[in-house]
């Protein structure tokens, strides 16, 4: 059965820091993955996406990922961390449709100060 | 552009009462989709439109749950009669094509009592 994972519950980190929010995945052929960011009181916003080619995929806001086909994981990185990236972050896999997407349980992204 | 819009932000029901959410998306986007977040749990795939057909509804979780977008313009998730563990956030998302980003609304946070 497909699915993504992100072992994390919440990832804390110092303002100016790099980070990084973990997701692995186990799905049948060319894998597509995304990253959804959740603000607080807000929907789900759409950061970056890995459909095929380059394995590290840029996105909105400074974030990157890169897809480790070996490792089965597309980790979400940024290099210098901002309070304002606090939020909850969502690794998600399509299952049965490009936009029928399965969902991390989410992880909390706490940037201190 | 106006982004996708829900309503009620929050509704709090007794169990066996009726409540309706509603989702209004994008100006343009023939697709509708419906995903819940229960209370600790994965954000799940509840259905999908395309203009005012239901492409898949395989998430639906029972006949207690009904959605429906007359003329494919806004939707309506109606739950009746209510459970308690119905609770959780219910999130539209709309998105221009099958193949595009998703874009969601801020969530109708339902609380069954």
């Known amino acids: 059965a497909q699915s993504v994972a992100q072992p994390e519950d919440q990832v804390n980190v110092a303002e100016g820091n790099p980070l990084t929010v973990k997701c692995t995945y186990s799905?049948?052929?060319?894998?597509?993955l995304f990253w959804y960011v959740q603000y607080p009181n807000r929907g789900l916003q759409f950061l970056l996406k890995y459909i095929t080619g380059d394995n590290l995929v840029k996105g909105s806001y400074g974030f990157e990922a890169e897809f480790n086909k070996s490792q089965t994981s597309f980790h979400l990185k940024k290099p210098s961390a901002l309070v304002s990236d606090s939020a909850l972050y969502f690794c998600?896999?399509?299952?049965?449709?490009?936009?029928?997407?399965?969902f991390g349980a989410g992880t909390r992204l706490a940037v201190h100060p | 552009e106006a982004g996708v819009t829900q309503f009620p932000s929050h509704s709090v029901i007794e169990k066996g009462q009726t409540v309706t959410l509603r989702c209004d998306p994008i100006?343009?986007?023939?697709?509708l989709y419906w995903y819940r977040r229960v209370m600790g749990k994965e954000i799940k795939f509840l259905l999908h439109f395309v203009k005012e057909s239901k492409q898949d509804e395989s998430g639906m979780p029972n006949n207690r749950f009904l959605a429906e977008r007359t003329g494919g313009t806004y939707s309506t998730l109606k739950v009746q009669p209510a459970e308690l563990e119905d609770s959780g956030v219910y999130f539209c998302?709309?998105?221009?094509?099958?193949?595009?980003?998703?874009?969601f609304g801020n969530g109708t946070r339902l609380t069954v009592t």
């Open positions: 998600a896999a399509p299952r049965g449709g490009y936009n029928k997407l399965i």
């Open positions: 998302a709309s998105s221009q094509t099958g193949n595009s980003p998703l874009h």
């Open positions: 799905v049948s052929g060319n894998p597509y």
């Open positions: 100006s343009g986007h023939d697709n």
